[in-house]
């Protein structure tokens, strides 16, 4: 080692370290079970938008970190927008909280509806041709 220079441990033997792993193709019950507690606080959320959001908020954070189905990884997925939507509401102001009652709702109705398909046979990637 050069004087100087950080020992950082040995290298993995797999080749890629922790950060080059690639998420898992399917979600866990973990993260289903994440994304369902979203979606009901979404769902109460939508219909009281001036009401207490904490656990909305704290469902968006811990959803965040929970793998999406595929074809819901993008940006634009409900799933990613319900996210970042979440993990900033407690900022929004009242009048703004009203406005996005509306998208909170959508989003929480489709990710209920992806994630009831994803143990059926006949359930497909969202932008997929039939």
Known sequence: MIPGQRYKGPRPVGGKGRKGRKAPVTPTETDVARWRKLAAKAAVVAADPLGDALGFVQAAEKA?????????????????????LGKRFLLLSGVQRQAEAGNVRDWAEVIVETLDGLGRADARAPYSER
């Not at 965040?64 to 970042?84: C, I, N, Q, T, Y």
Request: charged letters at 25%.
């Open 64 to 84: 965040g970190a929970a793998v999406a189905p595929v074809g819901h990884r993008g940006e634009d997925s409900p799933f990613m927008k319900l996210v970042r």
